[in-house]
C-alpha cells in the first residue's frame, strides 16, 4: 500500500498524497517582492518563498480552498493550475472560481459533504474572526477528510469557536493540518498558539498536528518558538511537527 505523505509548500498550500490521490490546499505561489492586497485595505508581503513552484507539482486530483482571499487561492495558482482539476471550497465562492475558468467546482457549506476517490470530505465550521468581522473577512471553511479509519482535519482560517470544537469532538480526527498566523485586523481573525490549544488539548482523538501559515508573510504574527511554548503547556502527549519546506514526508 502507498504511503500517504504531506509535502508542506509554504503558507497553507500543502500537497497531500492519501489513498492514492494527489490533493493540493489553498494554493499560493506568488514569490515577488511587491506588496499584496489581503482586503479590508490589508496589505502585506511575502518573506519566504513557496519551496514548489506550480511546474514542480505532480499531476493533481483535487484541489481544497478553504475561501480564497489572496495568501490562500493567488493569481498564479489562477491562472497556471489545471482548470479541469476538480476543485471544492465555499459554496460563497463556487462561481467565483467558476468565473476564473475552473470547470469543476463542488460548493460544500458547514456539515455538508461530498465523496470523491474513495474519501469522504466534510465542511467543518471555520471563522475568520469575531462572529462581527464576518462581513468583512467572508465565509471560510475547514475540512475533515475520512478514508478507511483515518480521519484528518485541516482547519482553514479560524479563532477556536465553540462549534469548531463540538464540531472536532464528534468528527474525532487523529491528525490535524492548524493554520496558525494570528492574523489581526481590528481583532484577531486566525489562531496563535493559546487559541490552538484551547482546541486541541481536549480532543483526546488528535495526536499529531502539522503547524502551517504562520510566518511566510508579514501580516503573520505568531513564530515558531511561540507557538511551541504555548503547546508545551498542554496537560497531554501532543506531537506537534512543524514540516520543512519542500520534503514529502509521512502524513500519519
Not at 480552498?65 to 465562492?93: E, G, M
Not at 458547514?110 to 466534510?122: H, L, N, P, Q
Amino acid at each position: 500500500m502507498t504511503q500517504d505523505t504531506l509535502t508542506f509548500i509554504g503558507t497553507a498550500t500543502v500537497l497531500l498524497e492519501i489513498n492514492g490521490k494527489r490533493i493540493l490546499t489553498d494554493p499560493v505561489f506568488f514569490h515577488g517582492a511587491e506588496k499584496v492586497h489581503m482586503g479590508w485595505g490589508l496589505f502585506s508581503k511575502r518573506k519566504i518563498k513557496p519551496a514548489l513552484s506550480i511546474a514542480d507539482l505532480p499531476p493533481l486530483d483535487l484541489i481544497l480552498v478553504s475561501h480564497t482571499h489572496n495568501d490562500h487561492w493567488d493569481k498564479t495558482a489562477q491562472k497556471n493550475l489545471d482548470k479541469s482539476i476538480p476543485v471544492i471550497t465555499t459554496t460563497r465562492d463556487v462561481s467565483k472560481i467558476k468565473s476564473q475558468g475552473f470547470s469543476d467546482i463542488r460548493g460544500l457549506e458547514v456539515g455538508s459533504s461530498i465523496d470523491i476517490f474513495g474519501i469522504t470530505i466534510e465542511a467543518l465550521p471555520a471563522q475568520h474572526g469575531p462572529l462581527l468581522m464576518t462581513p468583512f473577512t467572508g465565509k471560510v471553511i475547514g475540512f475533515g477528510l475520512t478514508y478507511d479509519d483515518k480521519r484528518l482535519w485541516i482547519s482553514g482560517d479560524t479563532i477556536g469557536i465553540k462549534s469548531l470544537k463540538q464540531a472536532l469532538h464528534r468528527f474525532a480526527p487523529q491528525v490535524g493540518i492548524m493554520y496558525f498566523g494570528a492574523v489581526r485586523y481590528i481583532a484577531r481573525l486566525t489562531f496563535n498558539g493559546k487559541d490552538a490549544v484551547s482546541v486541541v488539548n481536549p480532543l483526546e482523538s488528535l495526536k499529531k498536528g502539522y503547524a502551517v501559515h504562520y510566518d511566510d508573510w508579514t501580516h503573520f504574527k505568531t513564530s515558531q518558538e511561540d507557538i511551541e511554548a504555548d503547546f508545551q503547556a498542554m496537560d497531554r502527549e501532543f506531537d506537534l511537527i512543524f514540516p520543512p519546506r519542500g520534503e514529502k514526508i509521512s502524513l500519519w
